[in-house]
């Protein structure tokens, strides 16, 4: 039997903060309407969330699946994106915050050592080289049936 009591996922709530913002239109024993937010409210929201905590999409479509599609929260996130009210972070997360954006640009990004270029080149050689064999092969193949054409006219 499980735990009645389990600690909630923070996705859980989150979404029920969101659910707490909206405008309830009916409210009874079984059931609660609730108003979805115009784009206006739904970015609102995004920011909010964002301001004091990173996610990546799939957090947010979670957080959002009574309230808004996926089709909405990707056009929102856009939006806030290209006016630069949020961040989205290398690790696919998305921040209101700059200061998440600063630490993720602070870190250092590791260099690729000598050793490691030259075996990646030998790499990328090896499959060229390969690829360069398959195309001989072809043309050599090619060739010998056109020479069998040639032959019987």
Known sequence: MEDVNKEKKPVDDVQEEVINKLEKI???DEIVLLAAPDDIEL???????LQEKRMKFKELKEV???????????????????ENR???L???????????LAKFQEE??????????????????????????AIDEELEELEALEELDEDEI
């Open 26 to 28: 009916y409210e009874d």
């Open 43 to 49: 970015e609102q929201l995004i920011l909010n969330i």
């Open 64 to 82: 959002f699946s009574a309230t808004a599609g996926e089709d909405r929260l990707r056009r929102a996130l856009l939006k806030l994106l290209e």
């Open 86 to 88: 949020i961040f989205e």
């Open 90 to 100: 290398p690790d696919g997360s998305y921040t209101a915050n700059p200061e998440e």
């Open 108 to 133: 250092e990004v590791p260099q690729t050592t000598e050793e490691e270029i030259e075996a990646i080149e030998d790499i990328l050689g090896t499959e060229e080289e390969a690829e360069e064999e």
